[in-house]
Nanobody
């Protein structure tokens, strides 16, 4: 089970940190990532991290502004979001998959999903 937290309302230029707590030892060997879905749009890839934490992969839209990390001891993955823009407004979903962090960006069959957390960036 994946449970997200940390969403909310922030002004443009501000920061938020999302957390995703994974229950079960299975996820410690999974790549984990974040996706988002804005109203009227398809879900899109944001960032992913390998099971070891050594490799990360980002969508071009968030490179240099967002940072994904994981704490294996806590079985938790984080998404630090800085310099937020109104176009970052979306429901953000945590995901886990046995594939690689890079493959998560194109995998249509992600193994596990969280319930989502709303991020709203006001202009």
């Amino acid at each position: 089970q994946l449970v997200e937290s940390g969403g909310g309302l922030v002004q443009a230029g501000g920061s938020l940190r999302l957390s995703c707590a994974a229950s079960g030892s299975t996820f410690s060997r999974y790549a984990m990532g974040w996706f988002r879905q804005a109203p009227g749009k398809e879900r899109e890839f944001v960032a992913a991290i390998s099971w070891s934490g050594r490799f990360t992969y980002y969508a071009d839209a968030v490179k240099g502004r967002f940072t994904i990390s994981r704490d294996k001891a806590k079985n938790t993955v984080y998404l630090q979001m800085n310099s937020l823009k109104p176009e970052d407004t979306a429901v953000y979903y945590c995901a886990a998959d046995p594939g690689t962090s890079q493959s998560m960006s194109v995998n249509p069959n992600i193994a596990s999903w969280g319930q989502g957390t709303q991020v709203t960036v006001s202009s």
